[in-house]
Structure formats: C-alpha cells, structure tokens
C-alpha cells in the first residue's frame, strides 16, 4: 500500500518534489528552526534532477533527496549558526534594564530602603544600594535591577 501511494504521489516528477519543497520551506518560514530548510531545498534539487532525468525511478529519487538533505545538513550546520543571544541591544525588550544609569527623584520616604522613583512618566519601586533610608526628593541613580524592581544609589546634588 505505501508503495502505490508514494508512486502516485511522486508521479508527477519534478512538480510533486517542487511542491514538496514549497510546503517544507513555507513550514520553515512559519516555524524557523533551521532544520527543515535543508530538506526544502534537497527537493527542490531532488525536483531539477527529475527534470534532467525524467526515468528515474521514484526510489532512486528518495535516495538522491535523502543524500542531498544529509549533505545539505552537514554543509548548513557548520556555516549557518543559530543566534548565541548576543546583541548590540541587550535590554530591547527589557524597559528595568534601559533603566540604569537613568536618574529619577524619589516620590516617597522610605525608612526601610524601598520607595518609589519617576522616571519618563512610569513610577518604579526602588530599592536603595547598600541599604538604608530614602527621603522624598532625594535623587537617585539606577545601578541595577531586580525583576521590576530597581536598585540605585542617592546622588549628592
């Protein structure tokens, strides 16, 4: 039964590889993981083959994808690397993490070292560095972050 269904389905030569192909590379497109690019690309290959040489038979056929997808893995895996997650803008997507260095007054004593700082608008919790109290009106300077939380340190005006 597999047989007869892989045989209709690869009866249509280079057309039925080239639409394989197509549906491969449109899942790679919707789903990027770098694996399914390279079979994509071995049918399509596998398809211009079935042009070249319209009697080959469709074993020969999954043979030469199967060959060339292996190949084509091989080749991708060593020069196409994946992201190592380094980027000149480490904190895009990280508002508590463009934060620092940014100075702000704090909006509220604070005798346990947390209080509240403004910055452009949005109202962070703050805790101080080091410990201590915090007056309203002091200014401070965001040195790290903690979650959502900031950490800064009181600037001497």
Do not use: C, H
């Not at 962070?124 to 915090?134: A, F």
């Amino acid at each position: 039964m597999l047989p007869e269904l892989v045989s209709s389905i690869l009866s249509g030569g280079a057309y039925a590889w080239w639409a394989i192909a197509l549906l491969l590379l449109l899942v790679e497109m919707m789903i990027p993981s770098n694996w399914l690019l390279w079979p994509g690309l071995a049918a399509f290959a596998t398809g211009g083959m079935l042009m070249l040489f319209p009697a080959m038979e469709w074993p020969t056929a999954i043979l030469f994808f199967v060959a060339v997808s292996l190949l084509l893995l091989l080749i991708g895996r060593r020069y196409v690397r994946l992201s190592d997650g380094n980027t000149d803008a480490p904190n895009l997507n990280n508002r508590a993490g463009r934060m620092v260095g940014r100075r702000g007054a704090a909006l509220m004593d604070g005798a346990d070292g947390m209080s509240r700082i403004q910055i452009d608008g949005i109202e962070w919790p703050v805790r101080r560095e080091g410990g201590g109290g915090i007056l309203a009106g002091q200014v401070l300077e965001v040195t790290a972050f903690d979650g959502t939380t900031l950490v800064a340190k009181v600037i001497q005006v």
